[in-house]
C-alpha cells in the first residue's frame, strides 16, 4: 500500500499568461461599489477617445473614501514619499517639510551628506499626519499617487473599471481644502475618468483634440461636480479645478485609449525588429567615393525581406496579441492569503467546504495539476481521480464524501492545502 501523501509531495507554479486555465472566483463576493456604473462603457462610448463627458448623480460615492480613511491611512504612518505628494498652485511642497522618519525631530545636518539624508527620508520617513494637515488647511491639495495599491476598496473599484474597460488602469486621490487649487491648467497624457465623492469642486475643461480639430470655436466648459457625479477626459484635454467654500475628494481613474495607428506602429516594429542585422550591416561605411555601391544593394534585400515578413503577418493575431498586452482582466488580490493559511490549520475530514475559485484538472504519466487562475497545483498521479471529483462535487462536501481511491490522510492533506491556496474555503 502507498504512503499516504503529506505537504512534501505537493508543489504550486506560477502559470504563463497565455496557458492560465480556470480561476476566476466561482462565487464571488462583491463589495459594494455603487459609484461605478456597470453600463459605464456604454455611457462612454459616444465620447470614447473624443470628448469631454459629464454625468451628474451617477450613484451614491460617499462610502467611497472618506475623511475618516484619510485620517486612518496617514495616521498608520506606512505612506511613503512616492505614495503622497503636496501641491499647491502648480507648485509641489518639498517632501521634507512634512515628512518625518521615527517620531523625533530630524536635523537639517547631522555629519551626513544631503543624499544620504533625503535617501533616509524617502525609503524610511513618513507623512506626519499634523504637518500634512496643517499644510491642506493652508491650501495645499494632497494627492495619494496609485492608491489602488494600497486602499482595498479602491483596489476593488479599479478592478471594475478593468473589467469593463479591458485597459489596464490606475487610481489616484486628490483632497483639495476650501478656496483652493493644487494644479493650474495642465492636460494628463492618459483618459480619465473622475469620481467626485466629497464636497464639491468647480472645473474649467478646454475643448479636447479631437473637438478643437472639427470645430476651433468651441468653448470652455465650467460644470461644478457633486458627490457621484462622473467626469470623462480623453487624453491631452487642458482643464483645471478649485474648490469654494469646502473641502473636496475626488478620485481619478487613469488609462491609455490605444488608437489605431499606435496599433498598427506596434505590430510593425515587431516585424522590423525580427529582422536582425548581419555582420556586413554592422560594419562602418566606406569613406565616401570609395565604393559604396553595395549599400544600395543590401537595403534593397532588406526591403525584399521585409515585404516577405508582412505578407506572412498574421494580423489578426498580432493586433490581439498587443491589445491583450494593455489589458488586465484580473487583477491579484491583496487580502484573505493569511485568513486561509490560518483558516486551514483548523480543517478536519469532517469541515465542509465549499470551492472559492474555479479549477481545472488534468494528468500526465507521473503527475496531476490543478489550475487554478494563475496558479497549478502538482501533485502525485494518484490524486487526480480526488482532485477531478472535488471539482465536480456537490456542495458543501467534505474531504471523506469525495469518492476516489484516496486515504484518509490523503484526503485531508490535500484538502488543507487547497484551503491555503485559496481554492477550497469552509463553509458558512
Known amino acids: 500500500m502507498s504512503q499516504p501523501l503529506t505537504e512534501a509531495d505537493f ?64 495616521a498608520s504612518r506606512t505612506l511613503r514619499v512616492a505614495n503622497m505628494w503636496l501641491v499647491h498652485h502648480g507648485k509641489t511642497i518639498p517632501p521634507s517639510q512634512y515628512i518625518r522618519v521615527g517620531d523625533g525631530e530630524q536635523p537639517r545636518s547631522n555629519g551626513r551628506s544631503d543624499v544620504g539624508r533625503v535617501m533616509t527620508l524617502a525609503t524610511e520617513g513618513s507623512p506626519d499626519p499634523q504637518r500634512v494637515a496643517q499644510f491642506i488647511a493652508a491650501g495645499a491639495t494632497m494627492t495619494l499617487n496609485l492608491a489602488d495599491g494600497f486602499v482595498p476598496v479602491l483596489s476593488d473599484l479599479c478592478d471594475e473599471f478593468e473589467a469593463q474597460l479591458k ?32 464636497g464639491t469642486k468647480q472645473w474649467e475643461i478646454h475643448p479636447t483634440p479631437w473637438e478643437k480639430e472639427r470645430d476651433p470655436d468651441a468653448t470652455v466648459q465650467q460644470l461644478t461636480l457633486h458627490p457621484g457625479d462622473l467626469l470623462y477626459l480623453p487624453e491631452g484635454t487642458p482643464h483645471m479645478a478649485m474648490t469654494e467654500d469646502g473641502l473636496s475628494v475626488h478620485l481619478t481613474v487613469q488609462f491609455n485609449v490605444p488608437t489605431y495607428d499606435l496599433v498598427a506602429q ?83 475530514t469532517d469541515t465542509l467546504l465549499q470551492r472559492a475559485r474555479e479549477a481545472q484538472v488534468e494528468q500526465t504519466d507521473e503527475k496531476a495539476h490543478l489550475y487554478f487562475g494563475q496558479r497549478c497545483l502538482i501533485t502525485p498521479r494518484t490524486a487526480f481521480a480526488f482532485l477531478e471529483a472535488l471539482t465536480r462535487a456537490q456542495e458543501p462536501f467534505t474531504a471523506a464524501d469525495l469518492p476516489a481511491d484516496l486515504d484518509s490522510a490523503s484526503r485531508l492533506a490535500l484538502c488543507k492545502r487547497l484551503v491555503r491556496e485559496g481554492v477550497l474555503t469552509a463553509s458558512a
Do not use: Y
Not at 486621490?173 to 466629497?198: C, E, K, M, W, Y
Not at 522590423?272 to 543590401?298: N, Y
Open 167 to 198: 485597459l489596464k488602469c490606475a487610481l489616484n486621490v486628490f483632497v483639495t481644502p476650501p478656496s483652493a487649487r493644487g494644479f493650474n491648467l495642465h492636460s494628463d497624457p492618459h483618459d480619465v475618468v473622475v469620481i467626485q465623492t466629497h
Open 11 to 74: 508543489a504550486t507554479v506560477d502559470v504563463p499568461a497565455a496557458s492560465q486555465k480556470g480561476g476566476a472566483p466561482s462565487a464571488p463576493v462583491k463589495p459594494d461599489l455603487a459609484p461605478f456604473p456597470h453600463d459605464l462603457v456604454k455611457e462612454l462610448s459616444p465620447a470614447w477617445g473624443k470628448r469631454r463627458l459629464h454625468r451628474a448623480g451617477i450613484a451614491d460615492a460617499s462610502h467611497l473614501f472618506t475623511a475618516t480613511d484619510i485620517d486612518q491611512l496617514l
Open 266 to 348: 506596434r505590430v510593425l516594429d515587431e516585424v522590423l525588429s525580427a529582422l536582425k542585422p548581419t555582420e556586413m550591416w554592422a560594419r562602418p561605411l566606406d569613406l565616401p567615393g570609395q565604393g559604396t555601391g553595395d549599400l544600395a544593394d543590401h537595403v534593397t534585400r532588406t526591403r525584399n525581406q521585409l515585404v516577405d515578413a508582412l505578407q506572412q503577418l498574421n494580423v489578426p493575431a498580432a493586433t490581439s496579441s498587443h491589445l491583450n498586452s494593455r489589458s488586465r482582466t484580473r487583477r491579484s488580490k491583496r487580502t484573505g492569503c493569511f485568513l486561509a493559511i490560518a483558516e486551514a490549520d483548523s480543517v478536519t
